[in-house]
């Protein structure tokens, strides 16, 4: 149950965390005319080429010529039941990874991280889904904090990136 509870907060925390940094005016879809529509950041255009930063496929290049339109995407607020479905959605792709598990399971004995999950409130906040709650949780911060959680976050957006790009 601790490692359901676990995954369950590391999931959310990416997820919160993805949804709070992106600003709607900065995020664009990007649709080809081959009917392929990107969501992303325009970095730059230089000679006819436009530089986009995806969340799965990093930094791409694009001639303008293949681009149909541009246009502002606006951002899904992070509800209790899209937080749900997505944490959900990602824990197979994490579970399905055994050195990733591993990882996670090393990061559960830190006593820092044991000390934090502890706390009823936090546990409440996190498996009720609400990112209100969980955002506004003093524990939230603590356990962003530690360093291996901060590790922790890069190993498993680095997987879910190879997971979207290497189906």
Known sequence: MK???FLTLIFSFLLISNTSAQTPEAKKNI??????ILKGRVISM?????????????EIA????DIETISDHVVQPLTQDLLR???EAVQGQVIANPALMQEIQETMNNPKIREIMQDPEFINAVMSMDP????????TYEMLQQPEIKELFQKIESTLNNTQTNP
Do not use: Q, S, W
Request: no cysteine; hydrophobic share 25%.
């Open 3 to 5: 490692l359901k509870i």
């Open 31 to 36: 649709k080809l005319k081959d009917g392929t």
């Open 46 to 58: 230089e000679d006819g080429v436009y530089t986009i930063r995806t969340p799965y496929l990093n």
């Open 62 to 65: 694009i001639n303008e010529e």
């Open 85 to 87: 479905n997505e944490v």
């Open 132 to 139: 209100e709650a969980i955002k506004n949780n003093e524990k």
